[in-house]
């Protein structure tokens, strides 16, 4: 049987990455064109247009029919309509964009919007580190912290849309304020953000200079130098993530956990200490056969989770399950 084909895009505050792929996941054509964050929305609306366009085109030539579009986008989506609901803090402009509409509009075919962190996880889950997997949590370490939740391989979303921000569990009562309004959020203590400022707030005290470009990369490679802030970093962060991690199992009895981002790809020697310290906190039940891993589908996995999800409401039209 020929396999149906969609489109799927993933909107980034300075790239579009798009690809045009099957209902299976496997990626037929892909591209990636810039886009400007300060932009007025129907510019923004023509470039990702033009993206659909260039893999409509490919998509013709190879005698190919693509059913579907599906997007997925900073901020907090109303899924059932395919409009941005508030702002993003990456854009200017990009507030309450009828997204599905101005798409469909252009391109003539069915588009279906989500949130690009809760695209990412449904990718993972569906074609890559959790597939298989009916319950599944993905969280993306990088400048902050993100993720989605999938139970009986459905996207969790909460009753708003606005559910489903593991970055903003709070893990410390007094902890520091965050741009959320709470106060101790997980990402303030695990992201590569948290990282960076420990290890250069440990490392003046303790008189070194901290390189000017210091990153999440050197930390670990100053750390396999034998590094004592380094050391310390890694171990205090990890251990926060870990027992935000915990948290999660104790809460959702996951069979997958899957960490991506730039923070994850130090692999095993992160991945070990995060598995030891959301080990040491979950209740022994909520964490039997429950395993940690590393994300699978790198960048890939924004315009990969956007197909998987638009084939999925595409046979699941209106009214949407929540
Ligand atoms: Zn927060």
């Known amino acids: 049987m020929v396999k149906r084909t969609g489109i799927g895009i993933d909107l980034g505050g300075t790239f579009i990455k798009y690809a045009l792929g099957d209902e299976d996941g496997t990626i037929l054509k892909k591209g990636k064109r810039p886009t400007d964050s300060k932009a007025k929305n129907n510019i923004i609306l023509d470039h990702i247009s033009e993206a659909i366009s260039e893999m409509q085109a490919y998509a013709k030539l190879n005698g190919l029919r693509p059913r579907v579009v599906g997007v997925g986008t900073p901020g907090c989506v109303d899924v059932q309509r395919g409009i941005l609901r508030g702002g993003t803090p990456n854009f200017l402009h990009w507030i309450k964009v009828p997204i599905a509409e101005e798409l469909k509009k252009r391109n003539h075919l069915p588009v279906f919007v989500d949130n690009d962190a809760n695209l990412m996880a449904l990718a993972e889950a569906k ?12 969280l993306t370490i990088g ?69 000017k470009d210091i990153n999440v990369k050197r930390i670990f490679e100053l ?39 730039g923070v994850a790809g130090a692999g095993e020697v992160y991945l070990k200490r995060v598995k030891n310290a959301a080990f040491t906190y979950a209740m022994a039940q909520a964490c039997t056969g429950t395993n940690i891993v590393g994300a699978r589908l790198g960048n890939s996995a924004g315009y990969l989770g956007a197909i998987g999800f638009a084939f999925h409401q595409l046979d699941n039209q209106s009214p949407l399950k929540e």
């Open 127 to 138: 074609f890559g580190a959790g597939k298989g997997h009916k319950n599944v949590i993905c």
């Open 143 to 211: 400048t902050g912290i993100g993720g989605g939740i999938i139970v009986n391989n459905e996207l969790y979303r909460g009753s708003n849309y606005a559910g489903a921000e593991p970055g903003h569990m709070s893990i410390k009562h007094d902890g520091r304020r965050c741009r959320c309004g709470g106060k101790g959020c997980l990402e303030l203590y695990a992201s590569a953000t948290a990282m960076i400022a420990h290890f250069a707030k440990i490392s003046k005290k303790a008189g070194l200079t901290v390189e």
């Open 223 to 261: 750390f396999a130098a034998e590094n004592r802030q380094a050391a310390e970093t890694i171990e205090l962060s990890t251990n926060y993530l870990g027992r935000g991690i915990a948290n999660l199992m104790n809460i959702f009895n996951p069979t997958r956990i899957i960490i991506g981002g």
